[in-house]
């Protein structure tokens, strides 16, 4: 038997191989550059970052190439390689409203200052298959305005809170804490909650978002601001005691306006759910925006009857680095646990088996 | 009997089991319930009537220790004699008196039972957790408690979801009932059954109070379940208790108007 | 042993020794030294993402990185198996990240990392055992909030335990839980021994080793430390009872040890071979030995 340990090595190096050849395809085909991937797939790049939680567009376009397209296997990747960099400092808040936008609309009113800029969207494309991409060739780029400039563009939100309709994020200048190093505990506090919310699976929340829509746990959002663009970083060192900028990143913001009726000592108001994803990331932020309204239930003293409502259920069931391991590991050997329940199941039909013919001794 | 015994029977019966004083929990104006005051006595049955939306309910709730009163107080006098306030207790106290000495049966029993494992595990958990681990004695009492409220022994490995209504009913009766507690609270026990098994049940709940001489406090929107359990009532409207008494004398000459209206609307028995 | 002593045998270049920093390291310590004070307490510890998917042993491994020091020797088994591709794979990983000696052979190893097994061969107090755990809390079945699961151990709320045991009884006549058999550690915590057989439940039981058990993904760890009582869960008259096998290893031919079976040909043949492939090992070269 001892043969078989050499055999396990040599069957995990050849696996690799035989990935590392997948991933490759037919090698008359020109290897895929993790620039192109970089440049050409930048809405799969915002997602690996996202999920991965680590902004650089580069390493999350090489996870991408590594793992041969799967999106799930590249922000495992990308995470991999996040927990083992060394933390210099948590960031000053963004600053959203200085935001360089390349899109902002809002569902809430026809027109506001700045106006509503749609940007790069899929939104009113018609989605027919474009054989013009098919063909070979180089395609021309687009023609866009270089000169193009926007007036400033406020937050719609702030306007509500201006009237007193919204109550005002204050932030409490407590030290935010970092899910990534001290594990969640419950109930969890709402910085707790958007760490895991933005590190969430996409899918999941969306899922989530739109069970809210359908009535598990109604809370009547609507978009109230979709923002994306590049903001600055800045970093205040301690031996230094100014900020200073670390560079731009793009994200995309959305601030879902919910309707609240009142109660519980609160006035009737508008109440909000709040989404941020690292690039565009549109539909990621929305969803996040709608959970973390959800998860607000007990702030507003509402019945939770939404899974989207149980703070534990979708906290604990977000992550899909942590899901996808825990279902993969089924395909671990379990042959220890295996045989335990079929010497019980063999006992159980045993007695079962024994039983009537007992019974019919005593007839 | 010999006179301390005689004597200490006495103070035993003399003194309140349970005492309630100005307990108020408000969701919105005259929604939930205020200023709510009483004395529970050993043995005695405390009926709540009001129509939905009265307030009995939350009230069952602040009383049982489901949920904090906003203010008021809840006391509750042990087995050993000593007072606990409910709402100052830890919650480990809160706890093992709500598995030992006190029991609550809902109106759904599918909220009282463990509808995955059987009528005898149904029965033995609460001695189970007091930490009975012979498994022949928890089958003993099982066997015992379906007797006592008339389910055939027989069944006793049977899930509860095989059973109809009314015995699920008493299935959560005899689970609550397994740990002699002193103090059951329920919450319209009889609301969701047909008025045959209503008999039965109501019967069979008054003959369990007197023989074990258990307080009671039972919430009903039923006079006549209230007529033949309650040996006092409180009338509920709006928050608030509008009249409080012996069961016959606010039912056979209730004072406050909305007392009067609530009697003249059902037939009497 | 420091850092800078630990890096130079460190053989993957641009990682610490046994991969985690030593920042990391000593968060995890400092959760094991709880755990060993309170013995079968569920310590949350921050979980580090591994470059293992999650519950394929990255609580185990996390374990293992912080308490390996270079003169350790380690062994890794799988289904109590050195050669199953798991196993393979966690010990490689140590071998490349850390440098340091491995082996199969019980007696040799200093810290033994295992998925669902105890080995047959009795430990002793110089050993580690660092159990891979993928659901730490015991009581997740019968009540899926965590919440309400603390709380349950805090108050010692164990009662509903029983009510499974017992129902098991009442429909099978014996009890049916058959791994991950729920024990109590020093008449406090109920605890879950990871989804090992019940059969190994008794080598827990007032072991010289100290056990330590890390759940990645749940981001929690607990312990038994050296000669703790360790009892699990049963009835007086349905005492715990451990799988008994009519056939004997086909190889080695041990009566008392864990078997699996095998199925060896087309028409289901079965032949029943030890789990601990060490353990069987020895008494094979015993044998030849013997023989001799």
Redesign the interface.
């Known amino acids: 038997m001892y043969v078989a340990v050499k055999g396990g090595e040599r069957a995990i190096d050849n696996a690799h191989l035989l990935l590392a050849k997948k991933r490759r395809g037919d090698t008359s085909i020109p290897e895929l550059s993790v620039e192109q991937v970089r440049e050409q797939m930048p809405l799969a790049v915002a997602r690996v970052m996202s999920e991965g939680s680590l902004y650089d567009p580069q390493l999350a376009a090489l996870a991408i190439k590594q793992a041969a397209g799967d999106l799930m296997e590249a922000i495992f990747l990308l995470r991999a390689y996040r927990t083992t960099l060394p933390r210099f400092g948590a960031s000053a808040a963004l600053d959203t409203t200085q935001m360089q936008l390349t899109r902002r609309i809002s569902a809430t009113f026809k027109d506001l200052p700045g106006g509503q800029l749609l940007g790069p969207t899929f939104d009113y494309s018609h989605r027919l298959l474009d054989f013009a991409l098919l063909a070979e060739g180089e395609q021309p780029g687009p023609q866009v305005d270089p000169q193009a400039e926007l007036s400033p563009c406020p937050r719609v939100l702030d306007f509500f809170a201006e009237e007193g309709l919204m109550a005002r994020e204050v932030d409490d200048g407590a030290a935010v804490p970092d899910i990534t190093r001290e594990p969640l505990d419950f109930p969890a506090s709402r910085a707790q909650r958007l760490q895991a919310l933005a590190r969430g699976d996409e899918g999941f929340l969306l899922a989530l978002g739109y069970s809210t829509q359908r009535g598990y746990g109604r809370n009547h959002p609507f978009a109230g601001e979709i923002r994306i663009g590049e903001v600055e970083v800045w970093l205040e060192p301690e031996e230094l005691g100014f900020a200073v900028p670390l560079g731009d990143i793009e994200v995309t913001e959305c601030e879902m306006v919910n309707q609240f009726v009142g ?2 000592g609160i006035d009737a108001q508008f109440t909000r759910g709040y989404g941020l994803a690292f690039g565009y990331a549109e539909r990621k932020a929305m969803g996040m925006a709608l959970v973390d309204r959800s998860l607000r239930a007990a702030e507003y003293a509402e019945e939770a009857q939404g899974p989207a409502q149980q703070e534990e259920f979708v906290l604990m069931h977000c992550d899909n680095v942590e899901a996808a391991g825990f279902v993969s590991h089924l395909k671990l050997p379990h042959y220890v646990d295996f045989q335990s329940e079929l010497e019980l199941i063999r006992k159980l039909r045993k007695q079962t088996c024994e039983q009537p013919a007992a019974e019919e001794q005593r007839v | 009997m010999s006179a301390a015994e005689k004597l200490h029977l006495h103070s035993e019966t003399a003194q309140p089991l349970f005492s309630v004083r100005d307990l108020t929990h408000l ?2 104006p005259e929604k939930g319930c205020q200023g709510v005051s009483f004395d529970l006595y050993p043995g005695e049955v405390l009926g709540i009537v009001g129509e939905s939306g009265s307030g009995k309910s939350t009230l069952l709730s602040l009383l049982s220790g489901r949920c904090p009163p906003d203010r008021g107080s809840v006391s509750y006098r042990d087995s050993e004699g000593n007072w606990l306030d409910l709402y100052s207790a830890s ?2 106290q809160r ?1 093992t008196l709500l ?1 030992t000495e006190w029991g609550f049966v809902e109106q759904n029993p599918r909220d009282g039972l ?1 509808m995955g ?2 009528a ?2 149904n029965i ?3 001695l ?3 930490g009975v ?4 004695e ?1 089958r003993a009492a099982g066997i015992d408690w379906l007797q006592q409220v008339e389910i055939d022994p027989l069944r ?2 049977d899930l509860p979801r095989t059973f109809s209504g009314g015995m699920q009913q008493r299935l959560q009766i005899a689970r609550n009932l397994v740990s002699s507690p002193r103090l059951i609270f329920m919450d319209e026990p009889t609301g969701g059954l047909d008025v045959s098994v209503q008999a039965r049940l109501l019967d069979l709940l008054r003959g369990l109070v007197r023989e074990l001489d258990l307080a009671v406090v039972i919430v009903t929107h039923d006079l006549a379940v209230a007529r033949l359990l309650a040996d006092r009532l409180m009338v509920m409207r709006r928050s608030h208790v509008v009249e409080a008494g012996l069961t016959d004398q606010i039912l056979d000459d209730p004072q406050h108007p909305y007392s009067q209206l609530l009697v003249s609307s059902v037939l009497q028995p | 042993m420091n850092a800078q002593a630990q890096t130079q045998y460190a053989t993957e270049v641009g990682y610490n020794f046994a991969y985690l920093d030593e920042q990391t390291k000593r968060m995890i310590r400092r959760g094991l030294l709880k755990a060993v004070a309170i013995p079968g307490y569920q310590v949350p510890f921050g979980g580090r993402e591994m470059p293992l998917p999650y519950g394929w042993g990255t609580g185990g491994m996390q374990l293992t990185a912080a308490i390996l020091g270079a003169e350790d020797v380690l062994k890794v088994i799988d289904q109590g198996a050195d050669d199953t591709t798991n196993a393979v794979s966690i010990r490689r990983f140590f071998a490349r990240t850390a440098g340091v000696k491995t082996t199969t052979r019980t007696p040799e190893a200093t810290v033994i990392q295992t998925r669902h097994r105890i080995p047959e061969t009795p430990l002793n107090g110089d050993q580690i055992m660092v159990y891979q755990v993928p659901i730490p809390e015991p009581l997740r079945f019968i009540e899926p909030s965590e919440t309400e699961t603390r ?1 349950m151990h ?2 010692e ?4 335990m ?3 045991l ?2 098991d ?3 099978f006549g014996h009890i049916a839980t058959s791994y991950a058999y729920p024990v109590t550690v020093d008449a406090r915590y109920v605890m879950d021994p990871s989804p090992i057989p019940k059969f190994d439940n008794p080598k827990l039981h007032m072991s010289p080793a100290l056990m330590l058990f890390g759940a990645g993904r749940e981001k929690r760890l607990y312990a038994v430390p050296p000669f703790t009582r360790v009892v699990s869960l ?5 005492p715990f009872e451990i799988q008994r096998w009519d056939e004997c290893c086909a190889f080695c031919g041990s009566q008392d040890s864990y078997l699996d079976e095998l199925i060896v040909d087309d028409a289901g043949t079965k032949r029943f071979v030890c789990s601990d492939t060490d353990y069987c090992m020895q008494r094979r070269d015993l044998e030849e030995e013997g023989a001799q």
């Open positions: 109660g519980k | 969701y919105g919650e480990a706890r598995r463990r494992v059987s005898g595990a033995g958990e609460r189970m957790a007091q681990r012979h498994y022949g928890l006793i490995d | 709380t805090a108050l709320d164990y009662g509903v029983h009510v499974k017992y129902e009884i009442a429909t049963d009835f007086e008259d349905h």
